[in-house]
């Protein structure tokens, strides 16, 4: 059962109602924006909801069941709000979200909460978003638990891996940039895919503080290249600076030879593959 003051209540329940949808977003870096289907500005609880943004809701369904929330959020992308490039370099990736309603006639009357969740899955399309938004119950349809597998299931340089990536970790500038995706540093020496895998991160530029992983790296003299992943949100300049640490293709050559942690390793490089389940099966006999 929602929680609302008498007032707001009593508001709802006459004939006539001034009620105003309110969107508030809290991204991981601390920022809050809030929005509103009120035709004028509204400032509750020291955050102010802009009006005219073109940010709607699809229909919210409550009930009693776990069921996984249905919803979506919609709205237009613009230079002062939301923006495109800062979707696309993950601002509000896993964003909170609070949706509620209030009297925009009287704002004491308090708030009548409708969902809170995080933002999940966003699509963009012609200067338009819509994100997922994710509930409480969606946690509780995730698989919890491993699988064997041959591959090491550990991020290199967390808790279980132990690696310490700073030992593993340089630092360059670009010195041809040839896109968003791909660019040149003169300076790298090191051998052929020996960053395949592992993380970028500018510390300086339009992508200043932003990463991405290394989808290919090929050493020649004076002209080496870095191919990455997927292509930056903002153009990538020369002169930018980053680091740039090692990957791990999660192979146990890789894990002894690179970084001499086999200790650590966590996949089963000697469970037997399908390859092996379906040879013993042709060899047995039906009789």
């Given amino acids: ?108 009357q308090n708030s009548l909460k409708l969902r809170r969740g995080w933002l999940g899955e966003i699509s963009l399309y012609k200067h338009q978003f819509v994100a997922e938004v994710r509930g409480l119950t969606q946690r509780l349809s995730q698989t919890i638990g491993e699988l064997y597998s041959p591959s090491c299931r550990a991020t290199l340089g967390d808790s279980r891996c132990t690696v310490n990536l700073a030992a593993h970790t340089v630092t360059g500038s670009v010195t041809t940039a040839i896109s968003n995706q791909e660019f040149k540093d003169s300076a790298r020496s090191e051998a052929t895919g020996i960053f395949n895998f592992g993380k970028i991160t500018f510390t300086n530029g339009a992508n200043n503080g932003l990463s991405m992983e290394v989808k290919e790296y090929n050493y020649k003299a004076g002209d080496s290249r870095i191919i990455l992943v997927l292509p930056m949100p903002y153009p990538i300049a020369l002169g930018d600076t980053y680091s740039l640490s090692k990957g791990c293709d999660k192979t146990t050559a890789t894990c002894f030879s690179r970084y001499s942690n086999i200790a650590n390793f966590r996949g089963e490089p000697s469970v037997p593959g399908f390859d092996r389940i379906l040879e013993t099966a042709g060899t047995r006999s039906i009789w």
């Avoid at 955050?47 to 940010?55: D, E, I, L, S």
């Fill in 1 to 108: 059962m929602k929680q609302i003051t008498p007032a707001l209540e009593a508001h709802i329940a006459g004939e006539v109602t001034m009620l105003a949808s309110c969107w508030k977003l809290t991204r991981r870096d601390g920022a809050i924006l809030g929005f509103t289907d009120h035709d004028q500005d509204i400032t509750f609880e020291s955050v102010m909801y802009k009006a005219a943004t073109g940010f709607t809701p699809s229909a919210i369904a409550n009930s009693a069941t776990l069921s996984v929330d249905n919803l979506d959020v919609e709205g237009m992308l613009t230079d002062g709000s939301i923006t495109e490039s800062d979707i696309l370099a993950g601002k509000y990736d896993f964003a909170a979200i609070e949706i509620f309603q209030v009297n925009y006639n009287d704002l004491s």
